[in-house]
């Protein structure tokens, strides 16, 4: 039983047919792949090239980066309270 997979982001700095056989090896050529922040062009023609599709998850993560929670806001109410008090 494996525990955890090898991280693609490892992968990807590793040479081409390491980063192609584990896409592969995962299933990738029939998948939708998601990818997030900047990626080299030859990067992402290599993922193009595996799999069926690749989606960029960079809009979504920003939005929910900027959703706050109220736990959240009141977390920055009080850092922003205790710099004050420093200034």
Do not use: H
């Amino acid at each position: 039983m494996a525990w955890s997979r090898p991280s693609l982001k490892v992968a990807a700095t590793a040479p081409a047919p390491y980063f192609t056989e584990e896409l592969q090896r995962r299933g990738a050529s029939t998948r939708t792949i998601a990818v997030l922040g900047p990626m080299p062009f030859r990067l992402y023609k290599l993922i193009g090239e595996t799999t069926q599709e690749i989606f960029s998850l960079d809009a979504e993560y920003t939005r929910l980066r900027l959703t706050k929670s109220a736990e959240e806001i009141e977390r920055i109410r009080i850092g922003a309270r205790l710099t004050d008090l420093g200034v």
